[in-house]
């Protein structure tokens, strides 16, 4: 099987599932870039091994987002399960890092300061709003998004 036959028959596959429009470019993409990056792999390796090889590659030298390297690893998976119908199992390749998310929050002054610089505007409370929205421990999208919406 081709490279272009094996886009076409995952098309197929992932049309038929109803994945959305997105997922479907994601895969292809990583597809094609696993499928041609195989010519450049030892011959001697199995499928989970060129899966490994190509992921790693993909971490330390393209030097990928977590995310991004998950993508390719799901779609690649996505690939051998169901549309050779050849599930990969146990793939065990270097992973880029995520980055550690640290959390800001104002401190209690930087709030307190926060609220006594909105004014109250044309005689309307306006101050109100962001009282109300620290006071309820809300996010700031919240109001806006409306009943039922979250």
């Not at 994601?26 to 792999?41: E, G």
Request: hydrophobic fraction near 40%; charge should be positive; include cysteine.
């Amino acid at each position: 099987m081709n490279v272009e036959q094996a886009i076409q028959k995952l098309r197929q596959v992932l049309r038929l599932q109803h994945k959305a429009w997105a997922t479907e470019s994601a895969y292809v993409y990583w597809l094609r870039r696993y499928i041609n990056s195989i010519p450049h792999m030892p011959p001697a390796l199995s499928s989970r091994q060129k899966v490994e090889f190509f992921l790693t590659r993909l971490a330390c030298h393209n030097e990928v987002t977590a995310s991004t390297q998950n993508q390719a690893l799901n779609g690649i998976l996505f690939f051998y399960k169901d549309v050779p119908d050849q599930p990969i199992q146990g793939v065990d390749a270097l992973r880029a890092k995520r980055p550690a998310r640290v959390r800001h929050a104002p401190t209690l002054a930087q709030t307190h300061a926060l609220l006594r610089a909105v004014p109250d505007l044309g005689g309307y409370p306006t101050n109100l709003i962001p009282s109300l929205l620290y006071g309820c421990g809300l996010r700031v999208s919240e109001p806006l998004s409306g009943p039922g919406r979250q």
